[in-house]
């Protein structure tokens, strides 16, 4: 199993402004994956994050707005840049699945955009 | 495109009544098979899991799942549901020649005591 931090858990921001939001894992993975949960809809895959390449991005989703960093195996933040009130989601870190084992997935960071 | 339907949006059950939601995906190679569910306020919990072997999957709180492979589905079952079973379940697919994880459209089950 995982376990995946994600910090911050929640946060209101002004439109117009960017956050970064962190995913650390408890192990060393290859690939981290980054979802959004926009209000009662199911999660959407923004991009897939490989250690020492870029991120692949899922159709309608750009690196100009959702801006990913891998820098190591266990660590991974996702930019919402440039945010208005459409970008109000809860967004999750996932790893998995993979060795046989299911997928883990952050608590989420639940973003408010004002 | 690889896709994952869930025909079910929205399920309005009373107490001790069957349950059945259907999860379809669109693919004719290897996959596994998830289902997934968030309670009101709550992150996302695994209940059972499809990999390989039997295609009847027992998961945690009474639920089953069975894998037809010739129909591509992946049907969510419990006999008698509870209350306390009021969430958002999500059938999820891992397609082998992929790593990531493709999620349905997921159903909203309200249970009424």
């Known amino acids: 199993s995982a376990v995946i931090s994600q910090k911050p858990s929640r946060d209101i921001c002004q439109r117009g402004t960017s956050l970064t939001i962190q995913c650390q894992v408890d192990?060393?993975?290859?690939?981290m994956f980054w979802y959004r949960q926009q209000p009662g809809q199911s999660l959407t895959l923004i991009a897939t994050?490989?250690?020492?390449?870029?991120?692949?991005?899922e159709s309608g989703f750009v690196i100009d707005k959702f801006p990913i960093s891998r820098p190591n195996l266990t660590f991974s933040t996702l930019t919402v840049s440039n945010m208005s009130p459409e970008d109000s989601s809860i967004y999750l870190c996932?790893?998995?699945?993979?060795?046989?084992?299911?997928?883990?997935f952050g608590q989420g960071t639940r973003l408010t955009v004002v | 495109a690889q896709s994952v339907s869930q025909h079910n949006h929205h399920v309005i059950l009373s107490e001790a009544a069957s349950l059945e939601l259907g999860c379809n995906y669109s693919y004719g190679g290897t996959v596994n098979l998830f289902w997934y569910v968030q309670y009101p306020g709550q992150h996302l919990q695994l209940l059972l899991k499809y990999f390989s072997g039997d295609p009847l999957v027992k998961g945690i709180k009474g639920f089953e799942a069975e894998f037809i492979k010739s129909k591509f589905s992946f049907n969510l079952r419990k006999p008698s549901v509870q209350w306390s079973d009021t969430a958002e379940y999500f059938c999820?697919?891992?397609?082998?020649?992929?790593?990531?994880?493709?999620f349905g459209t997921g159903t909203r089950l309200q249970v009424f005591p």
């Open positions: 996932s790893v998995g699945p993979y060795q046989g084992t299911e997928a883990f």
């Open positions: 192990s060393q993975v290859t690939m």
């Open positions: 999820a697919v891992n397609f082998y020649n992929t790593d990531k994880l493709i």
């Open positions: 994050a490989n250690q020492g390449s870029e991120a692949t991005y």
